[in-house]
């Protein structure tokens, strides 16, 4: 997945916004809240997004994946992809997906109302 294509996705989302902070980082949010960072990269785009406790577990070790630096470090189960073989770029739109789904989830009850995800 290219930059531009992690953009476009992440744009057809409910209820997203979208700001570059962080010495160029594309950052989505939904809420106000992040829920997906692509670039970072040395060579190659990276994409970085929250998984649940499972999925950490089962991505962490896999080639070109690894628990997200700064946020992984503090205890957040966040992943970066950011290398081959990592995952598929239908794989990737999944977890950002759930990404979007789980920190939307953690908004209060009226701003999830509000922002049409209830």
């Known amino acids: ?11 057809t989302l409910l209820a997203t916004s979208y700001v570059v902070q962080w010495r160029g980082a594309h950052v989505w949010k939904v809420g106000g809240k992040v829920f997906a960072i692509g670039g970072w990269g040395d ?3 990276a994409f970085t ?3 649940s406790d499972i999925a950490f577990e089962l991505l962490r070790d896999k080639p070109g994946l690894r628990p997200a630096p700064y946020l992984a470090s503090r205890g957040f189960k966040w992943i970066q992809h950011y290398g081959d073989p990592g995952l598929s770029d239908a794989e990737l739109r999944e977890y950002l997906l759930e990404s979007h789904r789980m920190i939307g989830a953690g908004l209060s009850k009226k701003k999830q109302r509000e922002l049409g995800l209830l």
């Open 1 to 11: 997945m290219t930059t531009e294509e992690f953009n476009i996705f992440c744009g």
């Open 43 to 45: 060579d190659s785009p």
């Open 49 to 51: 997004f929250k998984v």
